[in-house]
C-alpha cells in the first residue's frame, strides 16, 4: 500500500503522507483514489487561483484539504463530511503532515448550506445518492446563480439520471473527459433554492415503533433483515448499561430501551446524520431523554471511562466507504470487550459467511449461537 501522495497545485508540487482511519496495513486499502487527484489534476489545468475560501464535501482522509492546505497555508478551509473516521482521518493526515496550524474548520453534512456561499467548492461522490441530492439542495439554499461545485467521480457512476438528479438539485452539470477511469463533474448553480428532501419514515408495528432515516443513515426505508431478527432475539435480563454499538437509525437501542426499563442506553455511530436520527427516533417514540446518551464516534474510541456496560448490542458494518473490509467489526468487537463488565454479553447479528463467531472466540474465550436464518447468524459472547 502506498502512503506516498503527489500533486501540482499554484505551479507548486505537494507530496503528503497520507493514511486511512483508522490506519491499516492492508494493502488494497488507500486513503485516496484517483478521483482525488484528478480533482486536484483539474483544478490546476483550469489556471483559476486557489480561492482564499474553500469547502471540501466528502474528502474520505483529508486527501483533498491536505494538499489545499499544503499549498495555500492561509486559505480558509471548511471540511464537511458526515463520518467521525473522515474527520479524524483528515486531522491525523494534517497533523503527520505539519499542517495542525493551517485553518481548517470541521462540520457534519446536517447543514452545509450554512457555510458554502463565497467558497470554492470541492465534493467527491458519495455512495449514497440520496445524500447527494440532500447535500446538493442544501447548498441550493445558499449558492447564488453561477457558482461552480466541483464534483470528482468514478467514470463508472457518472450516467444520464446522475447528471439528471444533481440538475434538479442545485443546477445544471457537465463531465469533463476521463482520466484513471475517473472524471470531473462541474456543476453550476441556478439560484433558485430547493427544498430538502424529507427524511423518510416508517413503522415497525411488530415492535411498535416509528422510525425516521435522515439521508445518509442505513436501512433507508425499512428495518436491515439482521436488525429484525436481533429485535427478536435480544438476551432476556435486567441489564442497566445498555450500548447500541454502530447504531444507524437506533432500531436496536430504542428495542433495548423498551426491553429493559431500568436501562441506561448509548447509541453510537461513526455518521452524524446517524447520530441525529437516533436521537430524533428517541423523542418520536416517547422515550425518556434523560435515559440515553448520542455519541458521534469511530467504534467506542471517546466512551467516558467510567462507563461500563452489561450489555453491548451490534450490527457491525462490513465495509468503509467503498472498500470491503472486517477491520471495523473487529475494531468493534475489541471496543466493546474493553467496556464491558465482567459476565457482562456481547450481543452481535452479522451474515452467516462473515464467520464472526471466530473473531469472538479469538478475543472472548466463548461465542455461543442464539439464533440463525438462512442469512444471519445472533452470536453472543460473555466476558
Ligand atoms: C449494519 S449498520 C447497523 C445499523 C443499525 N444498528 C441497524 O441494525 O439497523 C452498521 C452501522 O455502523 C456504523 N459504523 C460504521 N463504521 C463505524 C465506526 N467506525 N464507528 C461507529 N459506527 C460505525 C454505520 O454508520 C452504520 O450505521
Redesign the pocket.
Known amino acids: 500500500m502506498t502512503t506516498r501522495f503527489s500533486a501540482f497545485l499554484s505551479g507548486n508540487p505537494c507530496e503528503l503522507d497520507l493514511h486511512r482511519f ?1 490506519t491499516t496495513s492492508d494493502p488494497n486499502l488507500q486513503a485516496w483514489d484517483a478521483a482525488d487527484e484528478h480533482l486536484l489534476k483539474y483544478l490546476e489545468e483550469s489556471n483559476a487561483d486557489l480561492a482564499n475560501k474553500i469547502l471540501v464535501i466528502n474528502d474520505s482522509f483529508g486527501a483533498l484539504t491536505c494538499a489545499l492546505a499544503a499549498v495555500k497555508p492561509d486559505a480558509d478551509i471548511v471540511f464537511a463530511a458526515d ?3 473522515a474527520h479524524l482521518g483528515c486531522k491525523a493526515n494534517l497533523a503527520a503532515n505539519g499542517l495542525a496550524n493551517t485553518n481548517v474548520d470541521y462540520q457534519d453534512c446536517t447543514d452545509i448550506g450554512r457555510n458554502a456561499q463565497g467558497r470554492q467548492i470541492l465534493m467527491k461522490l458519495p455512495k449514497n445518492l440520496n445524500f447527494l441530492a440532500d447535500t446538493l439542495s442544501q447548498l441550493s439554499q445558499t449558492l447564488k446563480a453561477g457558482d461552480v461545485i466541483l464534483l470528482g467521480a468514478k467514470a463508472k457512476h457518472i450516467n444520464q439520471s446522475l447528471l439528471a438528479l444533481i440538475a434538479k438539485a442545485v443546477g445544471p452539470a457537465t463531465a469533463s473527459l476521463t482520466w484513471k477511469k475517473t472524471r470531473v463533474i462541474t456543476i453550476v448553480a441556478d439560484g433558485s433554492p430547493r427544498p430538502a428532501p424529507k427524511p423518510s419514515m416508517w413503522d415497525v408495528p411488530e415492535h411498535g415503533l416509528q422510525v425516521t432515516n435522515l439521508s445518509n ?3 433507508a426505508s425499512k ?2 433483515i ?2 429484525r431478527l ?1 429485535m427478536e432475539h435480544l438476551p432476556q435480563g435486567q441489564f442497566t448499561s445498555v450500548i ?10 430504542l428495542k433495548a430501551a423498551q426491553s429493559y426499563p431500568d436501562a441506561r442506553l448509548y447509541l ?4 452524524a446524520m ?1 447520530v441525529e436520527s437516533a436521537r430524533r427516533n428517541w423523542a418520536l417514540n416517547g422515550l425518556d431523554t434523560s435515559r440515553a446518551e448520542f455519541i458521534w ?4 474510541s471517546h466512551l467516558l471511562s467510567e462507563v461500563q456496560a452489561d450489555l453491548v ?6 465495509h ?1 466507504g467503498e472498500a470491503i473490509t472486517d477491520h ?1 467489526a473487529w ?2 468487537f475489541n471496543d466493546a470487550r474493553r467496556v464491558l463488565k465482567p459476565g457482562g454479553l456481547l450481543h452481535i ?1 452479522g451474515n452467516r459467511h462473515l464467520g464472526y463467531h471466530i473473531k469472538l472466540k479469538r478475543l472472548f474465550g466463548n461465542c455461543k449461537t442464539i439464533a440463525s436464518n438462512g442469512k444471519f447468524v445472533i452470536l453472543q459472547a460473555v466476558k
Open positions: 483508522p463520518g467521525r473516521t443513515v442505513f436501512a428495518l436491515d439482521g436488525a436481533m447500541d454499538l454502530g447504531c444507524g437509525n437506533g432500531a436496536l437501542g453510537a455511530d461513526e455518521s446517524a464516534d469511530d467504534c467506542l448490542l451490534c450490527n457491525p458494518p462490513f468503509q471495523i475494531q468493534m447479528v
